[in-house]
T-cell receptor, first 115, second 109 residues
Framework: DTEVTQTPKHLVMGMTNKKSLKCEQH?????MYWYKQKAKKPPELMFV???????INESVPSRFSPECPNSSLLNLHLHALQPEDSALYLCASSQGVGSYNSPLHFGNGTRLTVT | SQQGEEDPQALSIQEGENATMNCSYK?????LQWYRQNSGRGLVHLIL?????REKHSGRLRVTLDTSKKSSSLLITASRAADTASYFCAPQGAQKLVFGQGTRLTINP
């Protein structure tokens, strides 16, 4: 079992819906990440939070809105998504970013289907 | 770019054989990491090798890093059916960890 918990495991939403993905870790990590993964492709970085502040946004469309309420929680708010946004959304955490030389701990992801 | 490029894209071997995967990258790095992903699951960290290290072992895993050639390799010895998965290298720069395309490894019983 992973130490990073993502909910829900599966989500089906229409293009006009608003939904949120949630991620939680209790390892005391100060960096948290959202990745998007399409079938048979590598995970693509979306956002990085370091010490609860957004440090990297990989030019993600505004229909994806991240939020880090505290050091243990990371949310991804979804609104007006397109069918091509269907993917596995992975959350990860690490002790720090970059020079910390710390590995990422991943959750098992949320499988999102946009209809 | 920082992204690693892996070779081969797919590898199928018999149980008990060794599997070798290669990764090349283009920019300077702080470290290079290897991850495993079973189908539909999250990624699991396997090993991290720092830029000043040349070789690292963890159980049946051996990773090498050649910063002059900007390349790394992952060797899995005495493979098992449970090793069937996708393996990704991830060179890490100042902030980002960017994953390569991955190698799909299949271990045949």
């Amino acid at each position: 079992d992973t130490e990073v918990t993502q909910t829900p495991k599966h989500l089906v939403m229409g293009m006009t819906n608003k939904k949120s993905l949630k991620c939680e870790q209790h390892m005391g990590h100060r960096a948290m990440y959202w990745y998007k993964q399409k079938a048979k492709k590598p995970p693509e970085l979306m956002f990085v939070y370091s010490y609860e502040k957004l440090s990297i946004n990989e030019s993600v469309p505004s229909r994806f809105s991240p939020e880090c309420p505290n050091s243990s929680l990371l949310n991804l708010h979804l609104h007006a998504l397109q069918p091509e946004d269907s993917a596995l959304y992975l959350c990860a955490s690490s002790q720090g970013v970059g020079s910390y030389n710390s590995p990422l701990h991943f959750g098992n992801g949320t499988r999102l289907t946009v209809t | 770019s920082q992204q690693g490029e892996e070779d081969p894209q797919a590898l199928s071997i018999q149980e008990g054989e060794n599997a070798t995967m290669n990764c090349s990258y283009k920019t300077s790095i702080n470290n290079l990491q290897w991850y495993r992903q079973n189908s539909g699951r999250g990624l699991v960290h396997l090993i991290l090798i720092r830029s000043n290290e040349r070789e690292k072992h963890s159980g049946r895993l051996r990773v090498t890093l050649d910063t002059s050639k900007k390349s790394s390799s992952l060797l899995i010895t005495a493979s098992r059916a449970a090793d069937t998965a996708s393996y990704f290298c991830a060179p890490q720069g100042a902030q980002k960890l960017v994953f390569g395309q991955g190698t799909r490894l299949t271990i045949n019983p």
